[in-house]
Each structure stands twice: as structure tokens, then as C-alpha cells.
């Protein structure tokens, strides 16, 4: 599975994700509505993504074969291998850099480390 989608894809995949299972002629009319995409645009992008893997078209029924939640872990864990060299400290050194972090999601952070420590015990 290719998971290398440029925004326009992505956002065209949000698409198929709130709507599915989706006829292909509605995605023809909600591409031309939300994105102002012609029919054979919408019609070449997804057979595009059914060649990456991402989508299945069945008689005119379009399909994801990915869930929104997983596809965006797998593009999150790519992020830290392409561009951290696998370090997750190192990307949140990065993310929280520009940014300050707040209790909250300090909090949660430890939460999830506790709960990994927990778990692999």
C-alpha cells in the first residue's frame, strides 16, 4: 500500500472516508462541489488510489481499505522515520520547539508512558 498522498488526495479521501460505502457518481458530484473537480478528474484520482491500495471500486461502489485513523498513524509514523530517524523523542523535541506544552497534554503523555510501562512489565 502507497500511502504517499499529496493534499488534494488526502482531502479528496475524506471525502470517500465520511461517506462510505459511496457510489462513484456521488463522488462525482460532492468533487465537484467541495474540491471543483470535472468528472474525469474525480474518475482518474480514484483509479489512482485504487492502484496505490487505498481504495477499492466494486461495481461502482467506492471503498476505503484503510481507515482514516489508521492511514493518518501510519503517515504520523512515517513523519518520524523519514525525517527523525525513527526517534520519537526527537519529534516531539521538534513539534513542542515552536510550541509550549501544555498540563493537559503533558498529562496525557505520561499517561501513555505509564500505561506502556505498565503493560511491559
Do not use: H
Amino acid at each position: 500500500m502507497n500511502l504517499d498522498l499529496g493534499d488534494v488526495q488526502t482531502k479528496f479521501m475524506g471525502l470517500v472516508w465520511d461517506r462510505e460505502p459511496v457510489g462513484s457518481g456521488e463522488l462525482v458530484k460532492v468533487s465537484a462541489q467541495e474540491l471543483g473537480w470535472k468528472k474525469s478528474t474525480t474518475y482518474t484520482v480514484i483509479k489512482k488510489l485504487c492502484e496505490k491500495g487505498i481504495l477499492q471500486n466494486v461495481d461502482g461502489v467506492v471503498t476505503s481499505l484503510i481507515s482514516r485513523k489508521k492511514f493518518f498513524a501510519k503517515k504520523s509514523r512515517q513523519i518520524v522515520e523519514d525525517s527523525y530517524s525513527g526517534s520519537l523523542p526527537a519529534f516531539i523535541a521538534a513539534f513542542y520547539s515552536e510550541k509550549r506544552l501544555t498540563k493537559k497534554e503533558a498529562d496525557e503523555i505520561q499517561k501513555m508512558i505509564d500505561t506502556y510501562r505498565e503493560e511491559n512489565k
